[in-house]
Nanobody
Framework: QVQLVESGGGLVQTGGSLSLSCTVYRSSGSINYMGWFRQTPGNERELVAEVGSGDMVNYADSVKGRFTISRDDANNALWLQMNSLEVDDTAVYYC?????????WGRGTQVVVSS
């Protein structure tokens, strides 16, 4: 059983920064994939950044150079540092982890970037 708790969303002006966190609560099993996704109304959920086994890191082109994903395995946490935020970054951000091949989603945290 895995549960995810996200935090750190909020309202920020264009050019500002936010840091999202995702804490993973699990009873057993290892985490072999962690990622951040986002979704806006009427659109599919899209990848923002991901980190897999062997420290594989991947970013969506739209956030490269502005966002940084990091994982803290000792504390079962995933972070997303978001800098130089743009209006188009407004979305609900979701944490995803995979354990034993099973995907688990968080409930999401809202990020609103105002102009």
């Amino acid at each position: 059983q895995v549960q995810l708790v996200e935090s750190g969303g909020g309202l920020v002006q264009t050019g500002g920064s936010l840091s999202l966190s995702c804490t993973v609560y699990r009873s057993s099993g290892s985490i072999n994939y962690m990622g951040w996704f986002r979704q806006t109304p009427g659109n599919e959920r899209e990848l923002v950044a991901e980190v897999g086994s062997g420290d594989m890191v991947n970013y969506a082109d739209s956030v490269k150079g502005r966002f940084t994903i990091s994982r803290d395995d000792a504390n079962n946490a995933l972070w997303l540092q978001m800098n130089s935020l743009e209006v188009d970054d407004t979305a609900v951000y979701y944490c995803l982890v995979r354990s034993g091949g099973i995907p688990y989603w968080g409930r999401g945290t809202q990020v609103v970037v105002s102009s």
